[in-house]
Every structure is written in C-alpha cells, then in structure tokens.
C-alpha cells in the first residue's frame, strides 16, 4: 500500500495546527516565529504533494512555488529575528504580553 | 513510495513539532525545529522533489535554526521559561485541524496514489526558472538583497 494524497494532506493539516498552536499559546517572540515557520513548512509540503499527485503532463509549477516560498520564509525569518533583537534593546523582555506600549 | 518511510518519517515529524511547540526550555524547544524541517525534507525526498528537500536542508537547517539559537543566546536575559499557557490557542488549533481533516477525509477524489513521473532534474528546475519564471526569481533576489539590508539597519546600535 503506497500512502495517498489524503494522508500527505494530514500530515499537512497536523504540522499546520501544531504551528498554530505555538503561535497562540506561546508568549515568547521567537516561538512565534518558530510556530510560522512551522506552518509555512506545512504549506510548502502542500505545494509538493500536489504537484507530485497531478495527473500527467507535469509542468514543474508546484516546485516553482515551493522555491519562492522558501527564499521569502528565509527572508521572512531574517527580518523577524532583526526585530527581536531590536525590541529587546528597547524593552530589555522578549514576552509579547509586554510589549504594550501601545496599549489604548 | 515507501509507506514504512512514510509513517516513520509522519510520527518523528509530528513528534518533533509537538515538542517544539510545548516543550518548556526554551533551548531545547528552539533544537526541535530544525527535527521537523527535516522530517518536511524527507517528505520532499520520498516526493521526488530532491532539490527543494536539499534547499530546505541548506536554507533552514544551515541558516534559520543557527539565526534562531544565536538570537536566544542574545536575547536569553529576562525569561529563562516561557511562562504562561493558553487554553484558548488549544481549543483553536483542535478545531481548525478537525476543519481541516474533515474537509480533506470528505473530497473522495483526493484518495489517488501517485502516477509515474520523469525524475525532475536539476536542469529542468534551472531551464524553467531562466525561461518561464525570470521574473519571480529576480523579485525575489530584489526582496533577499532589502531583507538583508533591513535586518541589519534594524540591529544597528543607534548613536547617542
């Protein structure tokens, strides 16, 4: 038994909420950002398994996108960390809860 | 396709991702994503997209999971555990995966296994990115290039 399109996207859904779990229940920056980057993942293995299950004339599409979306995570993931960083120095914490400057 | 692989592969990633979200040391939660970034690189492997599984390996495991632990270090003054926890974000993240399993275990039509597939060189994946796709690729090194240079204005140490 080879494992089929719907299992790939379970696997998919599970990595997904597992991210989003991190990103909600969290209160440190940077496990925010892990849990996107896990969900990010999510979609690209989407992307993939997709591409790899479409039926014959194979255009390379699903790989393209999957490329792009790596190298702008990969951005992504830079800016963010930089804005960690940055906000540290200012408020000398990384839990967002304090972040409330801004606060009304 | 393997399906051995495949459930191996699915619990260690799923393993690794559970324990990367809820783990309380925060080191040792930060060293499990770069585990599920190579599990989501297997999948890729046993897909027959070797060259987006490698680029993956390179791009997170070499580069992001680094920057990440880096930036922990630097920042790790403060909050040693990450406190708090959210029951609410629990209950979201159920119903969005049982959303989403329902939906998916509905469509009938996703229940296919894969059809034979020429390999996908990498110099097919290099002829349609210089053909088909210039333009994407050269937004995208335009997007590196202000990424780059925006983190390091934003670390910049500010002059008094």
New interface residues.
């Given amino acids: ?11 998919s ?10 990103a ?5 920056a ?2 925010i ?3 996107i ?2 969900m990010l ?2 979609a ?2 989407n992307f ?2 997709f ?6 004339p ?1 255009p ?1 599409t699903g ?2 996108i ?3 979306s ?3 995570s ?6 963010g ?6 906000v ?1 120095r200012h408020y ?4 967002v ?1 304090q972040f409330d400057q801004l606060k009304g | 396709m393997n399906s051995i692989a495949f459930l191996v592969i699915s619990v260690l990633t799923l393993a690794a991702a559970l324990a990367a979200a809820t783990l309380r040391n925060l080191m040792h939660a930060a060293l499990c994503l770069p585990l599920v970034l190579v599990g989501v690189a297997s999948f890729f492997f046993l897909l027959g997209a070797e060259f987006v599984g490698l680029a993956l390996v390179f791009i997170y495991v070499g580069a992001v999971a680094v920057l990440i632990v880096f930036t922990i270090l630097l920042t790790r003054r403060g909050v040693e555990k990450d406190p708090g926890f959210h029951w609410m974000g629990v209950i979201i993240a159920l119903a969005v995966f049982g959303g989403l399993t329902w939906s998916i275990l509905q469509t009938h039509s996703l229940s296919i296994v894969p059809p034979h597939i020429r390999a996908l060189t990498v110099r097919k994946i290099g002829e349609t990115l210089m053909t088909g796709y210039v333009w994407p690729l050269q937004c995208v090194g335009l997007l590196l290039t202000a990424a780059l240079i925006g983190a390091l204005v934003l670390v910049m140490e500010e002059k008094r």
Avoid: C, D, K
């Fill in positions: 038994m080879t494992p089929t399109l719907q299992l790939f996207l379970i696997i859904a599970a990595l997904f909420s597992i991210g989003l779990l991190a909600l229940t969290r209160r440190h940077i496990f950002l892990i849990g980057e896990m993942a999510a690209n293995l993939i398994a591409w790899r299950f479409a039926p014959p194979h390379p790989v393209m999957a490329i792009f790596i190298a702008i990969a951005a992504e993931a830079a800016v960390l930089a804005m960690v960083i940055a540290y000398r914490t990384t839990n809860s």
